[in-house]
Structures are given as C-alpha cells and as structure tokens.
C-alpha cells in the first residue's frame, strides 16, 4: 500500500504545481471577434441597470467623453437616473485613492464598472474581482497591463485605447512655429500613458533632430515648479499629452507660458479654451459616443473574454488664432481647415435661408443653433441672425437672394440645393456655408468635395441608398419591386432617384420612379405607383416631397403598401422603417464650418463632407399593420438606433 500511496501523493503534487504554474495563463484570455449581434445593445424593456463610474478626477476633456457616452446611452434607451443608474467617484487626481474607490465599487450590486483614464485602468486589474470591467479615455491599453496584445488581454476587463497623434503633433509645432529646436515637456512617470507617450517622442525627437526637456512630476503640486525649470532652460514650444496630472494643473503651466511668450501645444482640445494656441488629437465627444455601444453591450451581458480591445480615435484639431497672432505665430492653412476657435470681438451679421418648410430644413438650423450655443456664441451680443423662408417659390427665393445682396453680411446659410444655387448665383462675393443639399457636385457646386467654388463650402446629406435597399431586402423578404415619387425640377431630387435605382438594381430590385410638380401631384403619383403594383414605397427625400409626405403615407395605409422612407419623421406618421441621415447633425456639422469661416479661414480651403451620422429606425408597431415581422438578426446586420416596441 505504501508504494501506491507515494504515487498518488506524487499525482497531488505535481497536479498543485501545475495548476499553480498555469495561474497566469489562466488569467488571460485570447479573444476571438464576437458576433456584435448575439446580444442587443438597446436597454431590455422593464430592466434596471447599474453602472460604477471610476475616474481620475474632473476635467473638460473628461466631460466630453461623458457627454459623447450619455448621448449614446440615451439612443439606446439606457436613460440617466431612470433605468441607468450611476454611481460614480473620482480619486480627485491623487492615484493612491484609486485603489479603495474601485474595491468600494466591487462590493456593491452593480452590472458593470466602467473605469476612465489609464491610472484607473491599472487599479482596476489587480483590484476588481467580482465584476466586469469596461474601459475607455486611455493612450495605451497595452502599456497599462491590459495584455499582451489588443486580441490577447485580461479576463473580466476589455476596452477602448485612443493613442495621441504624438508625430503629428510635432509635425504641427515644427511647421507652425520654424526654428524650433527645443521642446518641453511634463508627465507622471506613474502613468504607463505617459511612459508610451515619452518613449515615443523620444524617437521622433531622435529622427527629427530636436531637443526634447522632459521633467517627471510625482502630484499636481510638483506641476509649477517642473513648468518653471522648463521653461528656464530655454525651450521654444511646451508640449503637454494626455497626462492626468498635467492636465490637472494645466492653469498653472498655462500662466508660466504665457507670461514667457511660449507657446503650448496639447493632445486636449478643451486646453484651447484654458491657453494653449492649438490642440491635435482625439476627439473626445466622438469617443465617449463610441465608448456607448461597448458599454450598453456589457450592462446587457456580454462578456469582456469575448471583446477584443480596440484603438478608437476621431481626430480633432483646434487652433486659438487670437494667442497665435499675440504670439506672432502663423498657422499653415492645412491646420486651420480643420477648426479655430472663432474671436469674439465683434457681432456677427449671419443670413439663413430656407426654400420651403420641412422637418429636414428646420432640423439644420436647430443643430446650427446648437453649435453656435455649443461654441459659447450667444445671439445678440456675439451674433444676429436673420431667418428668410421661399415658402417653395422660386420667385420669392429670387427676392430674398436680392435683399441679402443689398446689405453686408459676415455669413450666410443656405439650407436646400436650390436655395444654395440661387445664392451662388446671386451673391458671388459672399461666403455661404450650405447644409440639406443632396449633391453638391451636381448642384454644380464644385468639380469635387475638394475643387469647389471659393466662397463656399458645406455638408452633404446624400442618403445611404445601399444600406436602405438591404434594410428593405432584410425587413421584406422575396421583394421584386419598389416604388418613389421624385421632383423633376429639383437637381437633387433627380440624382436622388438615379442612386436609388441604381443601388436597388444592384439588389435585383426593379424601381418604379413617378415625376411629381406640385402638392396634387404628389398624391397623383403616389396612387399610380400603386397601380403599377409596386409592393414597398421606398420614398426619396426632397424640398416638394418632404413638405407633403402625408399624402405618400395615406396612400401607404390605405393600399396597405409599407413605406420606407430617408427622414426620421416618417417613422411617427407610419413609416415601416427609415435610413435617415440626421438632419439636426447635418446642421450641427455646417455650423462647425461656419466657425472657422468666421474664425477667418477661406471657405476655399474647407472640403465639402458629407454628414457623419445616419439613423436606421425600425417600427415594430407599423410592421405588424403590414404583416412584417421584425427579426431578431436586424440587430446584427444593421446599427440600429430605435425600436420601439
């Protein structure tokens, strides 16, 4: 028995040292792409949701990563203080109180523990063990001890890294401020960011032949005196990352710099509001909204072993052009086409143009408002705003282009194609920014987004014609025919309805397009699409359409023909489902151009874009009233934005 004993001892032993020696692999996971379908990223109906909120300590950049997050919450249906919940503390920027924060946390009843920049990150690995961890305003995942690499990384935790555009940064200070040979610098050897972001300038310094003063710094109270030394040797340029404890105390380095006649540039874009003449990197807002999907995923289940890590980041660039000139600094015209921050030493003279009365065309100039409001310009003492409307007739458009030409004007907003032709023809010495046009080169706007006319520029809303046609395949299955009603005399409406045909006969889709002049029309043709047995109204979105959509829609209801439509107004009215470029957005976006017109770019310089944001909205309700039946995998085949039940 003795003999058999020691062998089974023998089995016990190396079983244990096995086991122990396996312990670290064990706490890796190599992760596999999930199917973003398998689980729903929009709030289960009835369910209460509870997140832990860790961060390093209040800051405007850190705002705007909550505010792009919250917002893209709330489109999901996970509503603030409703069936969201958050709890939320910071370490008020010291790192040691990150720890106890994040072991607090663990013992409450939450679903998810998301944790915001690296130093919280860091402590959450070797301090979270009850729950999932979700993380996101971080450079480097790696550096901070998340894993191996963005595929292999930590059970429990997964994420989203945004790295600093650090080269290009430089490249900015050396093209904007020459003769630089000197850059200085401050960060938290604590922080594995700034470590990355160290080691990497350190290089570009070496390539590039210029040098770099760097001084490490413990807590926020060491910042002013590392500034001072800095700047006593010196330097021509301070250079600030996403460091936590720098940014914290960045009054104190933007002070010194100033009262130095040195300029600071940064990776923060709200630094430009605290002193610095520019800032290259990240935007923050975008991120946050990013950041949304992931956590709205997890607080629904998903696991953090079956996510991989993700580098995500929307850059952003911000110039001071009223610090540039005291500084005597010209910026280059590639860098101001980005965005500048408008002076506000004078009022502003601003015309707005509609040509008819539409949700679309009242939706731009709510996101313009907004984005006036957003930039901290207030009408009546920064700017006035006169609002003109055609009322869809040509001849009225002609006088309005007439009286905007009798007097100054510092901008003027165009919000259709025709209002933006008639303006460009009428007013070619004033600076017109355009939103609500389809397709600004067949406008004859321009050869290109890129080769335009030089007193314009603006936003596209060209809809997304392929991704409606798969929506309506996807929703419709076994459907031959569709059907739009289209304005001849309106150059957008017409290449509208080309695009969707052509994208409908890349689908095996044949569409039936009938020309409509007038309101009455509108319902003529709409009946005759009917009677030419199309089986789904894929309606186009225009200036005479969009005004009377309601009469398409009773046709749908009445003929029992579901309609699919490019403006999110319809789904209220009836509309089974909409691909829909946001409007408001769209707005919002030509208002951020119009800033940096203002700010004193060339509009020549400014490429035409189109808007960044489409909404895919389903109606469950109006389905049923057409025998369709929403399927689960719409989800995982379309970003679906809305629902409803």
């Known amino acids: 028995m003795r003999p058999i004993l020691k062998g089974i001892m023998a089995l016990i032993i190396v079983s244990v040292i096995l086991l122990v020696s396996d312990l670290q692999n064990r706490n890796k996971v190599k992760v596999m792409p999930s199917n973003p379908g398998q689980l729903s990223n929009r709030a289960m109906a009835g369910k209460q949701y509870t997140l832990g909120l860790c961060y390093f300590a209040p800051d405007a950049s850190h705002d705007q990563l909550l505010t792009g997050l919250w917002k893209r919450m709330a489109e999901l249906n996970f509503v603030l203080g409703k069936n969201l919940i958050v ?37 959450a690995l070797s301090t979270v063990k009850k729950h999932p961890v979700a993380f996101t305003y971080c450079s480097d995942p790696i550096a901070a001890g998340v894993g191996k690499s963005y595929n292999d990384h930590a059970r429990g935790i997964t994420g989203i890294g945004s790295f600093p555009p650090v080269e290009k940064t430089v490249q900015f200070i050396l093209e904007a401020i020459p003769g630089t040979t000197k850059i200085g610098t401050i960060y938290n050897n604590a922080e594995a960011n700034s470590r990355s972001v160290l080691n990497l300038l350190n290089k570009v310094a070496n390539n590039l032949k210029f040098e770099l003063v760097a001084l490490p710094v413990v807590n926020t109270s060491e910042v002013y005196q590392a500034a001072q030394v800095i700047i006593s040797k010196g330097i021509d340029v301070m250079y600030i990352s996403g460091d936590n ?50 956590v709205a995923r997890m607080l629904n289940g998903a696991s953090p072993d079956t ?90 458009l002609n006088s309005i282009s007439g009286s905007i030409g009798s007097e100054k004007w510092d901008l003027v907003f165009a919000l259709s194609t025709p209002t933006t032709q008639m303006l460009v023809k009428k007013l070619p010495g004033y600076k017109i920014v355009f939103t609500n046009v389809g397709d600004p080169q067949i406008a004859g706007l321009g050869k290109s987004f890129e080769d335009h006319l030089p007193n314009v520029c603006g936003i596209s809303t060209m809809s997304d014609f392929e991704g409606m046609v798969k929506m309506v395949k996807h929703l419709h299955p ?93 789904i209220a009215q009836g509309a089974v489902a909409v691909c829909a470029r946001d409007y408001e957005q769209a707005g919002y976006e030509s208002g951020e151009m119009a800033m940096k017109v203002l700010s004193g770019i060339d509009p020549s310089t400014i490429p035409y874009k189109y808007v960044q944001k489409t909404d895919f909205l389903i109606s469950n309700k109006n389905a049923k009233l057409y025998g369709i039946v929403v399927p689960e995998s719409i989800h995982a085949n379309f970003p679906i934005q809305q629902t409803d039940k």
């Not at 990150?98 to 523990?113: C, E, F, K, T």
């Not at 100039?365 to 869809?392: S, W």
């Open 478 to 570: 076994g459907i031959k025919k569709i059907g739009t009603v289209f304005t001849p005399a309106e150059i957008n409406s017409v290449s509208y309805k080309d695009h969707l045909e052509e994208a409908a006969k890349k689908e095996g889709l044949q569409l039936i397009a009938v020309p409509a002049s007038s309101a009455t029309d509108v319902l003529d043709a709409a009946n005759s699409l009917v009677s030419q047995r199309i089986e789904a109204f894929c309606q186009i979105s225009d200036n005479l359409v969009g005004s009377c959509s309601s009469a398409v829609l009773k046709v749908s209801i009445n003929s029992k023909i579901p309609l699919y439509g490019f403006a999110t107004n319809l």
């Open 87 to 123: 709890k939320e503390a910071h370490s008020n920027g010291e790192i040691g109180n990150i720890s106890p924060i994040l072991l607090n946390m663990d013992n409450l009843d939450l679903d998810l523990i998301l944790a915001t920049s690296t130093p919280c990150i860091t402590a």
């Open 245 to 294: 404890t720098a940014t914290q105390a960045f009054d104190a380095i933007s002070g010194l710099c100033r009262k130095n006649a040195i300029p600071v540039v940064v990776n923060d874009a709200p630094l430009v509001e605290k002193g610095a003449l520019a800032a290259i990197g990240p935007g923050w807002t975008g991120i946050g909204y990013h950041t949304g999907n992931l």
């Open 307 to 396: 996510i991989p890590l993700e580098n995500f980041g929307n850059e952003e660039i911000k110039v001071d052009l009223n610090r540039a000139k005291e500084l005597g600094i010209t910026i280059p015209v590639k860098y101001l086409a980005s965005t500048a921050i408008v002076p506000t030493d004078k009022q502003y003279k601003i015309a707005l143009v509609h040509y008819i009365d539409s949700p679309n065309s009242e939706d731009c100039e709510k996101g313009i408002r907004k984005c006036f409001a957003d930039n901290k310009l207030t009408e009546g003492p920064d700017f006035t705003l006169k609002v003109l409307n055609a009322q869809g007739d040509m001849a009225t």
